[in-house]
């Protein structure tokens, strides 16, 4: 399975699991059965209201325009700003675009991406995309390439709780750290990350880089060894924000 292996700015490596073709071309397909439900509605939408969109005239036109054509156009940009590298389909794959380098892509890479479906997708009926991203070592198509995107798995729920991420709490449970809240869900996850790739690579010095960085951040100081002190960051901060919701 190919792999992003990035350097963070402590000067350590994560990797993440690349989406394979086979899940960009199902996260496509499945989009595209969106768009055409939406399109089923639009017109079920004009004909309860006695509009004949195939008049011709101006309003026809204009309606169909401003509710169909530009909607479906602007389809994929508009999700993947708003939900974070992901449209309806990624979701549904778990799978999210991201930069070569894993932080979250600009609104002008977005823009880059979705401009050069005409060649990867429309243009060719799909043939140059998947030409393309058969044969890079990240599946990127034309558009990743021009943008400097990919696209990654995002770990279940389940194979996170399996390696330490979704703790189950006693009822009496107390957090320690309660200014774990101001971290983001990024920042959680790459300390997440770093644990997993300290246990996988027994490098001591990601966890001593993300827990010096996260004592700084959250202006602790404690004598818990690293790897205890994040993991109980991570337990923590799960803890509170399930709470919240």
């Not at 990035?6 to 490596?13: H, K």
Request: net charge positive; glycine share 4%.
């Amino acid at each position: 399975m190919n792999k992003l292996r990035i350097e963070t700015t402590q000067n350590v490596f994560i990797e993440f699991s690349l989406a394979g073709l086979g899940e960009r071309i199902l996260a496509f397909i499945l989009d595209f059965i969106f768009i055409i439900v939406y399109t089923w509605a639009l017109f079920v939408i004009a004909k309860h209201l006695s509009f004949n969109i195939f008049r011709g005239d101006n309003d026809s036109i204009l309606f169909m325009i401003f509710f169909w054509l530009i909607p479906i156009s602007v389809y994929s940009i508009i999700q993947e700003v708003f939900f974070n590298g992901q449209t309806l389909g990624k979701k549904i794959l778990r799978i999210k675009v991201v930069t070569i380098r894993g932080r979250q892509p600009s609104l002008t890479q977005y823009m880059v991406r979705w401009l050069f479906r005409l060649i990867d997708v429309w243009g060719s009926m799909g043939i140059v995309g998947i030409v393309v991203a058969a044969t890079n070592k990240y599946n990127q198509r034309v558009g990743d390439l021009a943008s400097g995107t990919c696209l990654i798995k995002l770990k279940s729920r389940t194979e996170l709780s399996r390696q330490l991420i979704i703790p189950d709490f006693h009822e009496m449970y107390s957090p320690k750290y309660t200014q774990v809240t101001l971290l983001s869900d990024s920042d959680v996850n790459l300390i997440k990350e770093a644990i997993l790739t300290h246990r996988k690579y027994q490098n001591e010095e990601i966890l001593k880089a993300f827990a010096k960085k996260t004592k700084e951040i959250l202006r602790i100081e404690t004598p818990d060894k690293d790897e205890k002190f994040l993991n109980r960051i991570v337990k923590d901060y799960t803890y509170l924000t399930s709470k919240e919701d």
